[in-house]
């Protein structure tokens, strides 16, 4: 069982910056490639960006691309999302998920554990 916690989301101006963090409560964080989803209300959850276990593959939505950036640190079973000139658009709960895989899947269902959530919320 892998325990993930999101944190850092909250409440920003559009173009302004959030950084968010979630922790996996596992040993064996390494065998796991991560996701970023969100869903906004009314909306579907999808997959922001992806890291494959080793750090060496990444994805991004093309909503965020050259705005987010995904990143993990293994010796600390943590891993990152740093979102850049945020957009309204960017508003919804944002939630870290683990896939027992090298990398990352493209589906919500290829996802093993998920976090409870952090909401990102941007103003105009």
């Known amino acids: 069982q892998v325990q993930l916690v999101e944190s850092g989301g909250g409440l920003v101006q559009a173009g302004g910056s959030l950084r968010l963090s979630c922790a996996a409560s596992t040993r064996t964080f390494s065998y796991y490639a991560m996701g970023w989803f969100r869903q906004a209300p009314g909306k579907e959850r999808e997959l922001v960006a992806g890291?494959?276990?080793?750090?060496?593959?990444?994805f991004y939505a093309d909503s965020v691309k050259g705005r987010f950036t995904i990143s993990r640190d293994n010796a600390k079973s943590m891993v990152y999302l740093q979102m850049n000139s945020l957009k309204p658009e960017d508003t919804a709960v944002y939630y870290c998920?683990?896939?027992?895989?090298?990398?990352?899947?493209?589906?919500?269902?290829?996802?093993?554990?998920w976090g409870q959530g952090t909401q990102v919320t941007v103003s105009s």
């Open positions: 998920a683990a896939d027992y895989s090298r990398s990352y899947g493209y589906s919500g269902s290829s996802y093993d554990y």
């Open positions: 890291i494959s276990r080793d750090g060496g593959s990444t």
